[in-house]
């Protein structure tokens, strides 16, 4: 092969678009293997994820692996904090601005434990929209100048714990959801003697594209309309409440990707501000909500998986429309919440996965016609379509296939054409789809609809260790595109078309949506397998809600957690900071209420009736348990 015709490194980049999504944290090595960059480029120290994937395997821990990267959430939160800084100082902004991250988007103590850590330094918050992320909020926050934003429905329970929370001096915000919520909040606040720190969401009637456009608009299940939010003025007036109104939110939706949207968005919630002080609420804070966007796909376009924005136009399309509003109106500027959360954890997490086998379409070799000729006649004709396609008739003989294909099936529903006819039928067929597929397609000036598809058609299917309900929620329910790649084998060209399934025992178990230069893919190129060795796949920027909405289809539970660091002064080195063990199938089991020592039992009494009944030894009977015990404690997924 020519060197210009070598594949590289830097081809298979651009095939995966590595760089277009991967914001800096990913790269491909010299060797092959996709590289991360925990604090950036810029910075330095890359580390193997093969590299990785050896080492945990040599401590005794396989695949499918979920691994985070301590420092890229850290890099998330400071680049958020700088964005804003810098953007206020630019523009004279007179507010300051604070961050909380909405503990719903990955609620695992590791990420919420760091996130607090390492944002105390910037008073990064937390927004809890239930009983149970509030109690942990409480717990979690370091710092006293933090936000702890209280969304959600709301009961006598959790309005007394936010109260105490104030009493305690942290500063925390109930933020109202529903008109019934203000009299509750008023009665507990006289009982406990505490003045809130009261906010109200409203529903604004601009709406967002993407996922999950229906958060925002009129019809939005969250918030006050704008004739209740007057009608709550009143309330807390009537009640010398009214100075305890001090934030305004609205959240317009997750994964925004028109920056267009959040300007409008912006600039309505500014204008109810704004009335809401002539009103004579004390305002000091305007939640924008979330919604900051995420690029999976890394086309940077206003496509549902993707944002047409940078942070740094994110921060400025903000202020720009507070100032503008608020200096017309004479009001001072308030201080900026934004509850970003999807674009603080996503690039956080990888799910590393082997694969384990594969399905091809690779037609077998074609007998020559001295052989068929006992056959049928239509196969015989199919045989002469096949000999006979090129260039100049391949749309009448694909239709001459389809034709012969179809009638020969018919036949042998009928009972009038044998198994291994119908066996030679469809080989020659999927021969003449695969030679049109690979050798005449790219030859055509015009591309026929029919032939659009083919290689497609004609994928693998390759069987991989993990699961789609478990670990990629989203791509099974809403049709979320994630970068998928090979983390390894990178300097060879992909030369297999495939999707993927996963090894649950469901049809909804795979992936055929992919990132494609263009457009969403229906297959992704993969290396061929190689006897004897193991080839790893990564799905990246999985660190937003995944885990949290990951269920326990086919009783699959959760993967191995592993999270990693950089050594300082050692390049390509890491250390393991963290790492948490498979559920087991016994674990899992009692998630679903089985008690595994009563099954443990209730099996032991099966053996020993077989026992009983002559179908087994007593030796085969401890044979039988061990096997059973040692599932028991296994992986729930697939192990060498």
């Known amino acids: 092969m020519d060197s210009l015709e070598r594949w590289t490194s830097e081809k298979s980049a651009e095939l995966y678009g590595i760089y277009n999504w991967g914001a800096g944290y990913f790269d491909i090595s010299e060797k092959g293997d996709v590289i991360i960059y925990p604090d950036g480029k810029s910075a330095g120290n ?42 206020i100082e630019t523009h004279g902004y007179k507010g300051s601005f604070n961050a909380v991250y909405p503990i719903k988007v990955n609620q695992q103590q590791q990420v919420v434990e760091e996130l607090c850590h390492f944002g105390a330094a910037y008073n990064h918050g ?58 509750l909040i008023i009665e507990r606040s006289k009982k406990l003697n505490v003045r ?21 608009g009129d019809r939005s299940v969250f918030g006050l309309t704008v004739s209740q939010l007057v009608d709550a003025i009143d309330i807390l007036k009537n009640n010398n409440f009214l ?20 300007r409008t968005a912006a600039s309505e919630a500014c204008r109810i501000y704004c009335e809401l002080c002539a009103e004579g609420a004390n305002m000091k804070y305007l939640d924008v909500g979330g919604g900051l966007a995420v690029d999976y796909d890394g086309s940077h376009t206003n496509f549902s998986s993707s944002r047409n924005y940078t942070l740094e136009e994110y921060c400025a399309d903000i202020v720009e429309v507070i100032m503008s509003i608020f200096d017309e109106k004479n009001i001072p500027h308030p201080v900026i919440i934004a509850e970003c959360g999807r674009a603080i ?89 695969t030679t049109i597929s690979r050798d005449i397609v790219h030859k055509l000036k015009i591309i026929p609809n029919e032939f659009e598809n083919l290689e497609d058609i004609i994928a693998d299917i390759y069987y991989c260790n993990f699961s789609v309900f478990q670990s990629l929620p989203d791509s099974w329910a809403i049709n979320q595109l994630f970068p998928i790649m090979p ?14 399934s996963d090894i649950t025992c469901d049809c909804d178990g795979k992936i055929d949506k992919f990132i494609g230069t263009h457009e969403i893919k229906s ?3 993969l290396h061929d397998l190689k006897p004897g060795e193991d080839y790893y796949l990564g799905v990246f920027l999985v660190g937003a809600y995944q885990e949290t909405l990951g269920d326990l289809h086919n009783l699959m539970g959760d993967t ?81």
């Not at 990785?52 to 958020?80: E, F, H, Y």
């Not at 809130?196 to 925002?216: A, E, Q, T, V, Y």
């Not at 799910?351 to 239509?378: A, C, G, M, S, W």
């Open 46 to 87: 890359p580390i193997s994820i093969i590299d990785v994937i050896n080492g945990v395997s040599a401590r005794g821990l396989q695949t499918p692996l979920l691994l985070r990267i301590a420092n890229i959430l850290d890099s998330r939160i400071k680049q958020l904090h700088e964005s804003f800084k810098n953007t």
């Open 126 to 183: 937390l927004e809890a929209g239930s009983k149970a992320e509030l109690i942990t909020a409480l717990s979690m926050l370091k710092s006293s100048d933090a936000c702890l934003i209280c969304n959600g429905y709301k009961d006598e329970e959790f309005v007394d714990l936010a109260l105490y929370a104030v009493k305690i001096g942290i500063k925390c915000f109930i933020v109202v959801e529903m008109p019934s919520e203000i009299p």
């Open 196 to 216: 809130p720190n009261l906010g109200i969401r409203i529903k604004l009637s601009s709406k967002s594209g993407g996922h999950w456009s229906d958060s925002g």
């Open 243 to 262: 100075d305890c109104f001090q934030l305004l939110h609205y959240h317009l939706g997750s994964q925004i990707p028109n920056i267009r949207e959040i």
């Open 345 to 433: 954890v996503a690039y956080y997490s990888i799910l590393l996965f082997n694969v384990l086998d594969r399905n091809t379409y690779e037609p077998q070799e074609i007998p020559d016609r001295r052989e068929v000729k006992k056959v049928h006649k239509l196969i015989q004709n199919l045989l002469d379509v096949q000999k006979g396609i090129n260039v100049r008739n391949v749309q009448e003989y694909f239709h001459d296939a389809l034709f012969y294909r179809d009638e020969i099936r018919q036949l042998f529903k009928n009972g009038q054409v044998s198994l291994r006819e119908r066996a030679i039928a469809d080989n020659i067929f999927w021969k003449i789809v």
């Open 487 to 500: 983390v390894h084998r990178l300097n060879e060209e992909p030369t297999r078309r495939a999707l993927l």
């Open 523 to 525: 297959s992704i190129l």
């Open 560 to 640: 191995n957690v592993v999270t990693i660091k950089p050594k300082e002064g050692n390049c390509g080195s890491y250390e393991i900071i963290r790492e948490l063990p498979v559920d087991s199938v016994a674990d899992v089991i009692s998630y679903v209420e089985y008690d595994p020592k009563a099954l443990i039992l209730q099996f032991r009494e099966k053996a020993e009736q077989a026992v009983q009944k002559g179908l087994i030894s007593a030796q085969e009977r401890k044979e039988i348990m061990d096997a059973y015990e040692n599932g028991m404690r296994g992986y729930t997924y697939f192990e060498k």
